[in-house]
């Protein structure tokens, strides 16, 4: 576990050099949306109506930001 998540971190902040910090700081937004599509599709959870409103407000609001000029 260590060592995963030393390397997962390194690829992170290697990867953080030729990105944009808006461009970072949006995906780490889509992290739990993400996860709860994986655990969906490949583990077979079922969402409750609950999950599913969270992942709906979370896609929106990360999307609007994403369109929002600063």
């Known amino acids: ?12 902040y290697l990867g953080m050099q030729y990105i944009s ?8 937004l889509f992290f739990p949306f993400c996860a709860i599509i994986v655990n969906w599709l490949f583990l ?8 599913l409103c969270g992942g ?12 929002r000029k600063y």
């Open 1 to 12: 576990v260590l060592i995963s998540g030393l390397l997962g971190m390194y690829v992170y």
């Open 21 to 28: 910090a808006r461009s970072v700081a949006l995906s780490e």
């Open 44 to 51: 077979g959870k079922t969402l409750t109506l609950v999950q």
């Open 56 to 67: 709906g407000l979370l896609l929106v609001g990360s999307t609007l930001i994403q369109l």
